[in-house]
């Protein structure tokens, strides 16, 4: 009689065979490096977390009115708002090693089920501990005791877990639809409901409710434990449903493509080679699920800050700056950065003919570069009203244009990791790991805003903005050139690549 294996027992193996995963990963010293690096900011965060611990104890202890747990659970909102978000910049939706098991006799929720207590075991979920607990120990340990603060600590854990489960939530939805990012503005909307309570916009209403939540916790308040465990079970089984029905309607491809017409795109027939990529490229854009949502995400994110830059009055000028420099950079970022990613998964083809990688790189170049007039056209405004002249955002975009697209392009050197057109829960490449990545991202963002910034400081604005202009025109007329370098180094490098952008698909 064979012996059937228990829920726990297959939870263990599928743990395990995620981690032989990883370890035969053909990007393991990569991503051993991109871990390092990761480390190395959750260092720089906890550090932040304890100086703003600090300061809330200082705050608690000098209190006469609140105790120290209904301060901290009065701004808890805040902090909810910030982990959520920040979320969607530091941590991925991981995809879901699911197709390997689907044929064997396990129940079909196991694979979820692993995928969840991950979710919820996460060391990620303890970063906030690190402001909770010094907090704890400062304010609440010598006036409230031991107990009150172990109640106060996990009560405040149970928070992060909560929010943990309603990002995943979130994140799975709006990866199949941004019409789900209503779901998470409602409800933090519903959140901010006791600032209006009084029929007035009052904080300190606001802050008293979140308080008395605090209070409750540190005293063990059945209803607190009771309510805060009922939320983090009933998001748990809402995640397990929805990730079911997500992972396994892409794993059964049950999707209804219709195509009523196909465009052939002849205008860009005159470009020859380039010109067929170039095809390609608004193609892809227009019928691959992933690249389609990370041109539309971008797009969005260029209105909403020009917007914001046109018609508010809330940012300083070197806010302002950023902001610009963000908008120009951003498609570039979101997309042009992960060069070769989405071409791992017809890398073969790429390679048959001689020199077709230049005219790929070319086609991207010329697509980024003149998707730039969007933002361009979007924030006139602020040059009609006087916040920013034509010309310096004309250097920002030559400047986007020439060193920043450049830089983007070179990740094509050191990409190996294919990234998946259409599968996003199940796709082997779903999560990103390249530290050069993050790098480029970065350095895209912060370079040109020092060049826009010092040079205009010390030389006087036209002539700063000039010499940025210049150094941007400069970039774009030798893009032959630079081209041509990428490609040469690409080559040199192909084998390697081709190896790993095979095993990553």
Same mark, same amino acid.
């Given at each position: 009689?064979?012996?059937?294996?228990?829920? +726990?027992?297959?939870?263990?193996?599928?743990?395990? !065979?995620?981690?032989?995963?990883?370890?035969? *990963?053909?990007?393991?010293?990569?991503?051993?490096?991109?871990?390092?690096?990761?480390?190395?900011?959750?260092?720089?965060?906890?550090?932040?977390? /304890? #100086?703003?611990?600090?300061?809330?104890?200082?705050?608690?202890?000098?209190?006469?009115?609140?105790?120290?747990?209904?301060? /901290?659970?009065?701004?808890?909102?805040f902090?909810?708002?910030?982990?959520?978000?920040?979320?969607?910049?530091?941590?991925?939706? &991981?995809?879901?090693?699911?197709?390997?098991?689907?044929?064997?006799?396990?129940?079909?929720?196991?694979?979820?089920?692993?995928?969840?207590?991950?979710?919820?075991?996460?060391?990620?979920?303890?970063?906030? /501990?690190?402001?909770?607990?010094?907090?704890?120990?400062?304010s609440?340990?010598?006036?409230?005791?031991?107990?009150?603060?172990?109640?106060?600590?996990?009560?405040?854990?149970?928070?992060i877990?909560?929010?943990?489960?309603?990002?995943?939530?979130?994140?799975?939805?709006?990866?199949?639809?941004?019409?789900?990012?209503?779901?998470?503005?409602?409800?933090?909307?519903?959140?901010?409901? &006791?600032?209006?309570?009084?029929?007035?916009?009052?904080?300190?209403?606001?802050?008293?409710?979140?308080?008395?939540?605090?209070?409750?916790?540190? *005293?063990w308040? &059945?209803?607190?434990?009771?309510?805060?465990?009922?939320?983090?079970?009933?998001?748990? #089984?809402?995640?397990?449903?929805?990730?079911s029905?997500?992972?396994?309607?892409?794993?059964?491809?049950?999707?209804?493509?219709?195509?009523? !017409?196909?465009?052939?795109?002849?205008?860009?027939?005159?470009?020859?080679?380039?010109?067929?990529?170039l095809?390609?490229?608004?193609?892809?854009?227009?019928?691959?699920?992933?690249?389609?949502?990370?041109?539309?995400?971008?797009?969005?994110?260029?209105?909403?800050?020009?917007?914001?830059?046109?018609?508010?009055?809330?940012?300083?000028?070197?806010?302002?700056?950023?902001?610009?420099?963000?908008?120009?950079?951003i498609?570039?970022?979101?997309?042009?950065?992960?060069?070769?990613?989405?071409?791992?998964?017809?890398?073969?083809?790429?390679?048959?003919?001689?020199?077709?990688?230049?005219?790929?790189?070319?086609?991207?170049?010329?697509?980024?570069?003149?998707?730039?007039?969007?933002?361009?056209?979007?924030?006139?405004?602020?040059? #009609?009203?006087?916040?920013?002249?034509?010309?310096?955002l004309?250097?920002?975009?030559?400047?986007?244009?020439?060193?920043? *697209?450049?830089?983007?392009?070179?990740?094509?050197?050191?990409?190996?990791?294919? /990234?998946?057109l259409?599968?996003?829960?199940?796709?082997?490449?779903?999560?990103?790991?390249?530290?050069?990545?993050?790098?480029?991202?970065?350095?895209?963002?912060?370079?040109?805003?020092?060049?826009?910034?010092?040079?205009?400081?010390?030389?006087?604005?036209?002539?700063?903005?000039?010499?940025?202009?210049a150094?941007?025109?400069?970039?774009?007329?030798? !893009?032959?050139? +630079?081209?041509?370098?990428?490609?040469?180094?690409?080559?040199?490098?192909?084998?390697?690549?081709?190896?790993?952008?095979?095993?990553?698909?």
């Open positions: 009689m064979e012996k059937r294996l228990s829920r +726990w027992q297959i939870l263990k193996i599928i743990r395990q !065979h995620g981690k032989l995963s990883e370890e035969r *990963h053909p990007l393991l010293t990569q991503n051993k490096v991109a871990k390092i690096f990761g480390y190395v900011m959750i260092a720089f965060t906890v550090f932040y977390l /304890m #100086f703003f611990a600090f300061i809330l104890a200082m705050i608690a202890n000098e209190s006469r009115k609140y105790t120290a747990a209904e301060v /901290m659970f009065g701004i808890i909102p902090v909810i708002l910030i982990d959520f978000f920040s979320r969607f910049a530091l941590q991925q939706t &991981p995809a879901q090693l699911i197709k390997p098991y689907v044929l064997l006799p396990i129940d079909r929720y196991v694979c979820i089920d692993c995928f969840l207590f991950n979710s919820v075991t996460s060391l990620g979920n303890l970063v906030w /501990m690190a402001m909770f607990v010094p907090f704890a120990i400062m609440i340990v010598f006036v409230e005791g031991f107990w009150a603060a172990i109640a106060f600590l996990l009560a405040a854990y149970l928070v877990l909560i929010n943990s489960q309603w990002y995943l939530l979130s994140r799975t939805l709006i990866n199949r639809s941004f019409y789900w990012w209503g779901l998470p503005l409602a409800v933090f909307a519903l959140m901010a409901i &006791p600032l209006f309570i009084s029929g007035k916009c009052s904080f300190k209403t606001f802050f008293e409710t979140y308080a008395t939540i605090g209070e409750g916790a540190a *005293h308040s &059945p209803l607190v434990f009771g309510g805060l465990l009922a939320l983090l079970a009933l998001l748990l #089984f809402i995640n397990r449903r929805v990730q029905i997500c992972v396994y309607d892409e794993l059964s491809k049950n999707e209804v493509t219709k195509i009523k !017409h196909v465009s052939q795109l002849q205008q860009f027939d005159r470009f020859g080679e380039v010109g067929e990529y095809k390609i490229e608004v193609k892809s854009i227009m019928r691959n699920k992933n690249i389609r949502k990370g041109f539309i995400s971008a797009t969005i994110l260029i209105v909403v800050f020009s917007l914001l830059i046109a018609f508010t009055d809330v940012y300083g000028k070197g806010m302002s700056l950023f902001l610009v420099v963000y908008n120009f950079a498609f570039g970022a979101i997309i042009l950065n992960r060069v070769m990613c989405y071409e791992g998964n017809y890398i073969d083809c790429l390679m048959v003919r001689k020199e077709n990688i230049i005219s790929l790189l070319k086609a991207k170049y010329f697509i980024y570069s003149s998707l730039l007039v969007l933002p361009l056209l979007l924030m006139l405004p602020i040059v #009609f009203t006087g916040k920013f002249s034509l010309l310096a004309l250097a920002v975009m030559a400047l986007t244009a020439g060193p920043v *697209h450049a830089a983007f392009l070179y990740m094509a050197i050191f990409n190996k990791q294919t /990234m998946p259409n599968t996003k829960f199940i796709g082997k490449g779903s999560m990103e790991n390249n530290f050069l990545q993050i790098g480029i991202q970065m350095a895209a963002f912060t370079l040109p805003l020092l060049l826009m910034w010092t040079l205009p400081l010390l030389l006087g604005e036209t002539l700063g903005y000039l010499i940025v202009m150094i941007g025109i400069a970039v774009i007329a030798l !893009h032959r050139y +630079w081209i041509r370098d990428i490609y040469r180094r690409l080559m040199n490098r192909r084998y390697e690549n081709l190896e790993s952008l095979r095993a990553s698909r």
